[in-house]
């Protein structure tokens, strides 16, 4: 009785062990000390156990209540803590694990996004939480289509270089992204093809808003790009084959700059607003009647260029999504209670 005593209160140390290792893998700390230790104490748990499996069952040494009760519990919590442990490895649906690459691919940058390589050595796995993802977005090597394939809603600001970068990539749609208050280019994009730029706000970055390298057949659809230091958009030399139309380019120093081929800057029915555009509108249907003359080498056109950005402009970096409707709803909500009690006085 007294190793089946001493058994259960091992059992319950155990138990009460497991407990706060498993909150904090739900709250993603990484404690892989804590996470040896806690094995190494279930192994030796169940090696007493099975050593001393004739002294710890209570059929082998008698029926009596206390060794039935000290024997039932010892397994229940043993049983517990064993399955906390495992479950505490399946709840990182909303993390991306990192692992090592080749060298080779590594050195090439053609690895499969959440994979990455440290002084060309393979490491341990890396996690990175929803909010760091939010900071910054690099993409590298990601072929595929879909909404697999997509960064969406994020707000993105405030990182030392890039707010979203993409890199050796086909078929990423980047969507509905507030891209703000970056030290170089608000989305920088190299070697990605077929990607898809829509409903993205890209403003107040320090170098362009969007810079492309070497990359063709990407889709830039009613984006507002706003107030960046350089350029709003660069194309290089080997850009081609893009499709640009109802974005608005707003207050940049200079809106666009087209240096590649065969660039498309209208769709053939509409193009883009462009806020330094000066050309009339005279048959009314919000399409000026000249071309806008884009920079670059290659005299690219907008032959369709609006004469309002499509929709209305959203809010800058930081601003709150339906606040003049909230303020409304607010206000007239203040009329209808002043009204109400003005009705119940002139009762009386």
Known sequence: MFLLEIYFTLTLIIFIVTIPFYISRVREFRSVKSQYSILILLIIMYTIFAVNFSVLTPGSI???????????LSQILLLFSVLLFIKSFYL???IVVLKPPSRYRARK????IGKVMKKERKKHKFFLSLKDLERHMFVCGTTGSGKSNTILENNVNSNNKY??????????DIEKNLIYNNLKDGLFIVISDN??????????????????????DDLYIRNVIRNNLKLGISFDLAQYSNLLYENCFIENTINAQDNGTDNQWDNGITGNYWDVYSGSDTDGNGIGDVPYNLAGSVGSQDNFPLKKCPGSTPQEGGGIPGYNLFLLLAILSIVAIILRKKKKMSKF
């Not at 707010?163 to 990423?172: D, E």
């Open 62 to 72: 008698g029926e009596s209540f206390d060794t039935i009760l000290f024997s039932s």
């Open 92 to 94: 990182f649906d909303d």
């Open 109 to 112: 940058c053609i690895i499969e």
């Open 163 to 172: 707010g979203i970068q993409v890199s050796k990539s086909k078929g990423i």
């Open 195 to 216: 990607c898809e730029i829509i409903n993205n706000i890209i403003e107040n970055n320090e170098n362009n808003g969007i810079t492309t390298y070497a990359s063709h």
